[in-house]
């Protein structure tokens, strides 16, 4: 069992920036790729950033490719979502998610979903 808990949200002003970690309960948090997703208000749940078990390679909608960054600490089981340049269109309840097998963009193939946090840019 891994519990997954988000925090860094908030309230931010378009083209500002904030960082969401996720931290990780048990001893095997090395042994999972971690995803961030997100969802807005009346649409679906969206991948935005997915990083491999060593923190290796890392995945990004293209959306966010060149403003977000996804790091982890296996040390800490922190997995980490700097995001820069925010804009009014990533308003949105981000989640962080732990996959053991599967496709890192396949939001149904992750084991473990954290209760998210808001992320409102205002314009």
């Known amino acids: 069992q891994v519990q997954l808990v988000e925090s860094g949200g908030g309230l931010v002003q378009a083209g500002g920036s904030l960082r969401l970690s996720c931290a990780a309960s048990g001893r095997t948090f090395s042994t999972y790729g971690m995803g961030w997703f997100r969802q807005a208000p009346g649409k679906e749940r969206q991948f935005v950033s997915a990083?491999?078990?060593?923190?290796?390679?890392?995945f990004y909608a293209n959306s966010v490719k060149g403003r977000f960054t996804i790091s982890r600490d296996n040390a800490k089981a922190t997995v980490y979502l700097q995001m820069n340049s925010l804009k009014p269109e990533d308003t949105a309840v981000y989640y962080c998610?732990?996959?053991?097998?599967?496709?890192?963009?396949?939001?149904?193939?992750?084991?473990?979903w954290g209760q998210g946090t808001q992320v409102t840019v205002s314009s």
């Open positions: 990083i491999t078990r060593s923190g290796g390679t890392t």
């Open positions: 998610a732990a996959l053991r097998s599967g496709s890192y963009f396949a939001g149904d193939d992750y084991e473990y």
